[in-house]
């Protein structure tokens, strides 16, 4: 069974802080996801990897970077945290797309509550 | 880019068959995901169509057209623990040569006794 791990299920950070999400996957899949899911909007893509050191932005990328030193782990980092980041973070991991039906699996997601 | 709608929430009764459309609009199609998300809990696959028509896994089916950008998620004999978010979404090949899928919004169904 694919496991897609986040390292916190509840987090509570201030304005203006550093904050780290990490994200582990044990099933060797290439691509690396982090979501953001707001009620009405949906989830939507801040930023994915598709290998060891490489990342791209998805739709809403700013005031967020993302690390991946290792294919199993991606991290997502707020360099500042702000309200509006207030939000439930979603990790996910895929194999390697190619007109192949390789599902994304989720991690059970990680609620960060900015004050 | 893409556009997926899919509406915003559904009801229907236990026992009964209920249809979750979803319409999109996209320059280079490369499959459409159905995915399942209980309150709290992550999106769990649910169906893939890359081809026309209908795929059935047990009570739960996914039908798509590529030429109307249209597919939809059929759940028959509905049981209460059906009762989630289902989520729609379609991967595009990008400008950059990545596939990479977008999620609509995703439809609340609520089941009652």
């Known amino acids: 069974d694919v496991k897609v791990t986040q390292s916190s299920r509840y987090l509570v950070k201030r304005t203006g802080e550093k904050v780290f999400l990490e994200c582990v996957q044990d099933?060797?899949?290439?691509?690396m996801f982090w979501y953001r899911q707001d009620p009405g909007l949906g989830l939507r893509l801040i930023y994915f990897s598709y290998d060891v050191k490489m990342k791209e932005k998805g739709d809403i990328p700013e005031g967020y970077s993302v690390s991946r030193e290792k294919k199993e782990r991606f991290s997502l980092i707020l360099e500042s945290a702000s309200t509006n980041q207030t939000s439930m973070y979603l990790c996910a991991s895929s194999l390697l797309t190619s007109g192949s039906s390789y599902e994304q699996y989720f991690g059970p997601g990680t609620r960060l509550t900015v004050t | 880019g893409q556009n997926i709608d899919q509406p915003t929430e559904m009801t229907a009764t236990e026992g009964a068959i209920v249809q979750i459309n979803c319409t999109y609009q996209?320059?280079?199609?490369?499959?459409l995901f159905w995915y399942q998300q209980h309150a709290g809990e992550a999106p769990t696959f649910l169906s893939y169509n890359v081809l026309d028509g209908l795929e059935e896994k047990g009570r739960f089916s996914s039908f798509l057209s590529r030429s109307k950008g249209y597919s939809y998620l059929l759940l028959k004999e509905l049981q209460m623990k059906d009762s989630a978010s289902y989520l729609c979404a379609v991967r595009d090949l990008e400008s950059g040569g990545s596939y990479i899928p977008t999620f609509g919004r995703g439809t609340s169904l609520i089941v009652h006794p």
């Open positions: 996209t320059s280079g199609f490369n499959g």
């Open positions: 099933m060797d899949h290439e691509n």
